[in-house]
Nanobody
């Protein structure tokens, strides 16, 4: 199994940047594709971005493309989400997820392991 723990959330004003981290422990981190999802109160969980096992391929939801960047450091067993030009609509609990495949997907059900999430609040 893999344990995931997110950190780096907080309260920031519109236009600011924030970097989220997801630290993994357990099985070999490089065997897993990773993704970030988010969920706002009263909303369904939404795909944000994914990265393949070695970090060479990434893709994003249209709502964050050009503003967010997902990356990973396999030596540190950590995946990151760099969020720039934040908007109030980015406010949500952000969770990282792992799946035992080469590439990430946008479907939450494809992921086997989840962190508890970190809160991001973007004020107007």
């Amino acid at each position: 199994q893999v344990q995931l723990a997110e950190s780096g959330g907080g309260l920031v004003p519109t236009g600011d940047s924030l970097r989220l981290s997801c630290a993994a422990s357990g099985r070999t981190f490089s065997n897993y594709a990773m993704a970030w999802f988010r969920q706002a109160p009263g909303k369904e969980r939404e795909f944000v971005g994914a990265v393949n096992r070695i970090g060479s391929g990434q893709y994003y939801a249209d709502s964050v493309k050009g503003r967010f960047t997902i990356s990973r450091d396999n030596a540190k067993n950590t995946v990151y989400l760099q969020m720039n030009s934040l908007k109030p609509e980015d406010t949500a609990v952000y969770s990282c997820a792992a799946r035992g495949g080469w590439s990430g997907t946008e479907r939450a059900r494809d992921y086997d392991y989840w962190g508890q999430g970190t809160q991001v609040n973007v004020s107007s």
